[in-house]
């Protein structure tokens, strides 16, 4: 394994561990083998960098793989079907999930990373490797439009769709490596309840209160 890599994976490991800010780029060198105190700057530049460099190596291949999965969607007609979007969205991503005996870090470093000021995924349409990513936001939003649920409410509903989704596997994969793994659900009856709730949540109605209180806030 070269520099680079060791350097990568062992940053996700232990920002998924302890946090973006509970780790330096010194202690992330050290972890690495790297005798060189400087040597995360030397590759990466900043911590926003290397957060960068952990997501594109994750999502370069998640990305490839959600795009055939929309085109798959589109092929049959699905292509704004919130559940179809869900899967989009979910399944590609659960294929970083670990298993029991062999545990993954990916899912909770996303959940730690995912708002670094600077990366990828606070602006979905400025890297290749993000643009599955992009083409999923684009289409909820316009199924959501299309089921009368307003602007304001679609962009909420896009955070809470994607948050409950990414918390859910990041927890699953914290399980999978510290237990306790009884009553563990069957991945694929986990990803396909996962689904169902994600669909519920983003396509719930919205009620006559919170319509009330959208009027009430728009400008005269």
Known sequence: MDTRLRLIETAERLFAERGVNGVSL???GAAAGQRNTGAVRYHF???????????????EPINARREAVLAA?????????VRGLAEAFLYPLSEMLGDVGRPSWYLRFA????????TAPTDLSRQPWTQGMHQVQQRFDAA??????????RASRWVLFCGHMAHALADREHLIQYGPHQGLPERSLFLSGL???AVALATAPVSPET???LHHRRPA
């Open 26 to 28: 010194r202690e992330i």
């Open 111 to 118: 959940r730690q990373a995912a708002t670094v000021e600077g």
């Open 45 to 59: 530049g900043s911590k926003a960098g290397l957060i960068d460099a952990v997501f594109r190596h994750r999502m």
């Open 195 to 197: 689904v169902d709730t």
């Open 73 to 81: 969607l589109d092929a049959s007609g699905r292509g704004t079907d």
């Open 144 to 153: 959501l439009a299309d089921l009368g649920i307003p602007p304001a409410v």
């Open 211 to 213: 319509a009330a209180l």
